[in-house]
């Protein structure tokens, strides 16, 4: 790949940005965005100037202490997960690196890859097998220039979950050709339900983990981002970032300790949401003879496959006759699925599950 040819956007971004937004929106994985009152925050809580030279220290601190980690592994660099990936990849490939990617993925990391000019090798993960992680499939696809193995966990878009005992396998067979293993692990927040976290990551391993508040907690303008890896390479990953972002906004961080320190009401708002959700699609969608799917316990979406009928055409006639959306699988590389939200409004969802339904039967 020539310079001129790197992918310098992302089709699923423009999409979710400008393309998406309908009455009843499926289309959102995130939790409902929370409100000011939500935090209880007070103008004590906030100031719009603070240390952070290298991340504001007590949001560093409760990053580090959450996951039981030195915080010297952990980089805060503002910008959510999002950022995190980018700035994680960039430290850990080079162009023309061989990288292995899950397939499906989230489109914007496969986007990031083909900026950073790395080559890419995509790995099945296979819908009859339930969408699970298999490391014989990742150790046959491993050469000797493989650098890079990128995975999301819980699973975009299944929901489907890994334990870490698998992610770890994967990473063993990757050591062997010392290269490294970055698992997107935003949705995992969702699992943490007794309010003990717990991650891949390992502070002397191979595993880089990227993470934030948005997707479960409602907390996308917090935009309080992170990521997990072996000390030197935390180091480096912060020098990097001095030719992007330098400093977060401080007043962000401010509300992202704020944040930590009200997780378990954070966390209980999100888990009404997402169970009232998933009862709402399991009475309305689970048996649906349109759709071939396995609809998890855990997780914000569900990636069925419609069956004998077109899901761009899907798409148009439910945005534009009944005011609904969710996102097509082709920005997943899968154009006979869907990816539907479970995470918003539980009143909204429930209409705009209906409206699916009724689009369904009219097939």
């Known amino acids: 790949m020539t310079v001129q040819d ?59 202490a959450r996951f039981g980690v030195d915080p010297a592994c952990v980089v805060m660099v503002g910008g959510g997960c999002s950022f995190s990936n980018h700035l994680a990849m960039a430290a850990l490939v080079a162009p ?10 989230y489109e914007i990391l496969q986007s990031t890859l083909g900026f950073l000019q790395a080559r890419q090798v995509p790995v099945p993960r296979r819908p009859e097998a339930a969408w ?70 390992q ?27 072996p000390a030197p390479l935390a180091e480096r990953m912060r020098q990097l970032n001095n030719l992007f972002g330098s400093l977060p906004p401080h007043i962000s961080e401010r509300m992202g300790v704020v944040a930590f320190d009200r997780l378990p009401a954070l966390r209980a708002r999100a888990n009404a949401l997402i169970d009232a959700n998933r009862a709402s699609y399991r009475s309305l969608l689970s048996g649906h003879p349109r759709l071939d799917q396995t609809v998890f316990d855990q997780g914000t979406t569900v990636f069925p496959r ?25 920005f997943f590389g899968r154009p006979q699925h869907l990816r539907i939200g479970l995470a918003g409004d539980v009143a909204m969802t429930r209409t705009g599950l209906e409206r699916l339904a009724e689009a369904l039967d009219a097939l």
Not at 29 to 46: E, F, I, K, Y
Not at 142 to 163: C, E, F, G, I, W
Request: include cysteine.
């Open 6 to 64: 790197r992918i310098l956007s992302s089709d699923y971004m423009h999409f979710a940005k400008t393309g998406s937004h309908a009455r009843y929106n499926l289309a959102t994985s995130g939790v409902a965005d929370c409100a000011l009152s939500d935090l209880a925050l007070t103008l004590d809580d906030l100031a719009l100037h603070g240390p952070n030279p290298y991340g504001f220290p007590p949001l560093t601190e409760r990053v580090a």
């Open 96 to 105: 023309g690196d061989e990288v292995l990617v899950e397939d499906p993925t």
């Open 132 to 201: 699970a992680l298999e490391p014989d499939a990742f150790a046959e696809r491993m050469s000797p220039q493989t650098r890079l193995v990128v995975l999301t966990n819980l699973h975009n878009p299944s929901s489907a979950l890994s334990d870490h005992a698998t992610v770890r396998a994967i990473a063993d067979r990757a050591a062997a050709t010392g290269a490294r293993v970055l698992v997107d692990e935003v949705y995992m927040e969702l699992m943490f339900r007794d309010g003990a976290a717990h991650t891949a990551f």
């Open 203 to 229: 502070p002397d391993g191979n595993i880089v983990v990227t993470s934030s508040l948005t997707k479960a907690y409602g907390l996308s303008g917090v935009r309080c981002g992170w990521i997990l890896a």
């Open 306 to 330: 419609l069956i004998d009928a077109d899901v761009d055409a899907l798409f148009q006639r439910l945005t534009s006759e009944r005011e609904t959306s969710f996102v097509p699988g082709r």
